[in-house]
Structure formats: C-alpha cells, structure tokens
C-alpha cells in the first residue's frame, strides 16, 4: 500500500513539473521543401566560468562547501539562436503572438522572443500574483497583479533587436527580456543547451546568438546548408568569457 501511495505521489509530481508547456512561441510555417535543424550550445569547463550569482544570501554570508566545487554561471538561459542570411517565406514575417508561461516564481527562460509587431502573452502557472513592470518601456505591460492561470499581453514589439525588460514590483530576482526578431527562425535552448528549429526554407543560413541585450559577437561564424533531406545540424562551443556588442561600447 505504502509503496502504491509512493508511486502515485511521484508520478503527479511528475506530471506537475513536466506538464506546463513553458512555452508557446512563433513557429515557422512548414514551407515546400523546407528542412529541419538541430544544434546544441556548449558550454566551456566550469572551472574558466563566472561563478553564478547569489541569491537568497540574506545577512548570513554563505560558507564554501570544501566538497563540492561551486557551480559556473550557465548564459544559456538568456540566450537565443537565431538564423539570418537565407531565403525568408513572407508568411514567417507576420508577427504572431508569442505565449511564455511563469512556473514557479519565475520564467523557465529569461529571454521572451517575438517576431517584430508581435504581442506577448505572459501566463501565470506560479504560485503568486505579480504585478509586472518595465524600465525599459514603462507602457508596454499592465501593473495589476496576475492571478493564477491569469494571462496578460504587452503591446506590440515594434522595435528589432532591443532588450525590453520585464519585471515583478515584488520581487528583485523576477526579470525576463522581450527581444524583437525580423522572422520566425529563432529558439530557446532547452535545458541541456540544444535547439530544434523546423519549417526552415531550404538555403544557405548563418547561425548566430542573441545574449541578454546583444549579439554575442566572439562566436567562430557558423554556417549551414538547410534541405529536406535531412536535418542541418550545429555545434557552437561558448567561451568563457562572451563578448557582445552592447559590452564593446
């Protein structure tokens, strides 16, 4: 019996953390002959990476653990790969919205891409209400608080490639980034680094990454033939140190 409960309770548990879609951005149309690409951002050993921010401090400072050696900060989940440079069908122009879900206190991803004229819909599947906010554009989201499974959309995105900060009033760790992109052909890394775009139009692309506010600019330049046949595929090894075009001003 007790085993019985155990399983049950895990299997929920289960279905509750994997269940909520965090996302719901715009897709590419599958277009005549288009093709599928996959990659994976790669990540530089631990010991040449930033160590990750603190958080929870509060007026104990935190002790080293002699056993375990502290975790490097992991950009991925502020980044975006996107593809440029290849033929673009009109339909993956139209602005679409774009649905990210809260879970938890937080965004999954911190970075909220939409096609440029394109809304956000924020969902609350957390377990508070906040009340969202922007410095970067004041206007752009309504401050009343979100309730749970409640949905509130922004304005238009109709500015390309400029970080628009979202925030919680009651909550300094709360913070996620819309980013405008001239066409459908973006994607967040999952959790493991990688990515799957499809419905690519078949062309030369080059694959390029968004980071925060910038384009990550000390990247190799990687290009790849897009098909039907088969799937294009990627490997980008991050340095340790990412320079973008908003940290070289």
Avoid: C
């Amino acid at each position: 019996m007790i085993r019985r409960l155990f399983t049950s309770a895990l299997a929920l548990a289960l279905i509750l953390i994997v269940a909520p879609t965090a996302t719901l951005a715009p897709v590419a149309f599958a277009a005549e002959n288009g093709g599928t690409v996959e990659g994976v951002l790669e990540l530089p050993p631990v010991q040449s990476r930033k160590a990750a921010p603190k958080r929870g401090e509060a007026f104990v400072p935190r002790a080293k653990n002699p056993l375990r050696p502290p975790n490097g900060l992991d950009p991925r989940f502020e980044m975006v790969v996107v593809l440029e440079g290849g033929p673009v069908d009109d339909n993956d122009k139209k602005p679409q919205p774009a649905r990210y879900n809260i879970i938890g206190e937080n965004f999954p991803n911190q970075m909220l891409p939409v096609i440029v004229g394109g809304k956000v819909e924020i969902k609350n599947l957390g377990t508070r209400s906040p009340r969202l906010y922007s410095k970067t554009l004041p206007d752009v989201v309504p401050n009343d608080p979100i309730n749970r499974k409640g949905v509130r959309a922004t304005q238009a995105i109709t500015e390309l490639h400029k970080a628009i900060d979202i925030r919680d009033q009651d909550s300094v760790h709360f913070i996620a980034y819309i980013v405008a992109f001239e066409n459908a052909y973006f994607a967040i890394p999952d959790f493991d680094g990688s990515v799957k775009l499809e419905g690519i139009p078949s062309g030369e692309w080059t694959v390029k990454v968004w980071y925060r506010d910038a384009w990550v600019t000390n990247l190799p330049e990687t290009k790849i033939s897009v098909s039907s046949r088969k799937a294009a595929k990627f490997r980008i090894a991050l340095p340790a140190k990412l320079t973008t075009e908003a940290s070289a001003h």
